[in-house]
């Protein structure tokens, strides 16, 4: 049973440009949420997507941006990429858990600005 | 303020001996989650055990067991015999309230393992 796929796994890009990341839920999971994890620290929340719409989103500028498609997949886009927004980026697809969700992480993808 | 205080940076231990990690919190909410991951070098946010607020009983899965002190806000981690591959970076996460869909993290622990 394949969990969560990101892809790809690490990236490197120039400052300015633009970047998609991409993320397959687990099998049965329709709800999947984005985090930004810089070095040394906790993730943070970026957004969350359910019936292919933004449910909610954490404290992130309009540059970040996302998308979900019919089969549950979904997309982060970053533009005018900032040094700062070298970190790891974590897809996780969510379950429900007794009356909460819980969620299944994939192993990321590391974005390196230069 | 901190919403998860993870007040430990790195802790070392001997093989085969239990270790406790420990997260507390900070919510106005009634109903709330919290969550334990363990993150190896690899960078996957690997799910431990899970505490619902209203649950009277602590939480355990396997090697894993949940410290859930309601009045104190603490939900600490206790791994009982430890083993090499358990070294890692340990989160504690909540997430608040119905209609709430985050995880708010704190900073972690780093663990290792002494053989």
């Known amino acids: 049973d394949a969990g969560v796929t990101q892809s790809p796994t690490h990236l490197i890009k120039t400052r300015g440009q633009q970047v998609t990341l991409r993320c397959s839920p687990k099998?049965?999971?329709?709800?999947v949420s984005w985090y930004q994890q810089a070095l040394g620290q906790g993730p943070q929340f970026i957004f969350q997507?359910?019936?292919?719409?933004?449910?909610q989103r954490g404290n992130f500028p309009d540059r970040f941006s996302g998308h979900q498609f019919p089969n549950y997949s979904s997309e982060l886009n970053v533009n005018a990429l900032l040094l700062g927004d070298s970190a790891l980026y974590l897809c996780?697809?969510?379950?429900?858990?007794?009356?909460?969700?819980?969620?299944?992480f994939g192993s990321g993808t590391r974005l390196t600005v230069v | 303020a901190q919403k998860i205080t993870q007040t430990q940076p790195g802790m070392f231990v001997q093989e085969k001996e239990a270790v406790t990690l420990d997260c507390t919190y900070d919510?106005?909410?009634?109903?709330?989650?919290l969550f334990w991951y363990k993150q190896p070098s690899s960078g996957e946010m690997i799910f431990l055990i899970y505490?619902?607020?209203?649950d009277e009983q602590n939480a355990t899965e396997g090697r894993y067991s949940l410290n859930f002190q309601k009045a104190r806000k603490s939900a600490n981690l206790v791994i009982s015999a430890s083993q090499l591959g358990d070294s890692a970076m340990y989160f504690c996460?909540?997430?608040?309230?119905?209609?709430?869909?985050?995880?708010?993290w704190g900073a972690g622990t780093k663990l290792i393992i002494k053989p």
């Open positions: 996780a697809s969510s379950f429900v858990l007794g009356s909460h969700y819980g969620y299944t």
């Open positions: 099998s049965g999971h329709d709800t």
């Open positions: 997507y359910y019936e292919e719409e933004e449910r």
């Open positions: 919510t106005s909410d009634q109903s709330y989650g």
């Open positions: 505490q619902g607020s209203y």
């Open positions: 996460a909540m997430r608040e309230g119905r209609g709430n869909y985050q995880l708010i």
